[in-house]
């Protein structure tokens, strides 16, 4: 499974996640099967667009932790099949550690 994380800054396993999706110019991305670590630089939103969820998907993306994001995101993500979950996980190292105590992520954050 390949797991995205965004981030504000990219310090690979100890990278804090950013609290808010849209917000996040990198996401780390986690492959649980080689246990590879990746970035992926996003970039900036324009309106209308969802470039975040755009990237992600082109990248072959099947996950994304998160502690909120919009509905207009969400919705995005669920059509394309991307699963979003979350936790109480602070840093990227915690997420990867943790995936299988990670839940779904219900309800946006109201944007």
Known sequence: MKIAIPVDNDEGMESLV???MGHARIFVVYD????ELSSVPIGEDKPGMCVPVNVLESKGIESVFLFEAG?????KMQALGIKIVTGEFKTVREVTENLDKLKPLEEG???
């Open 18 to 20: 950013s609290h808010h």
């Open 32 to 35: 649980s099967e080689t246990k």
């Open 71 to 75: 509905q207009r995101a969400i919705m």
């Open 109 to 111: 954050c109201g944007h």
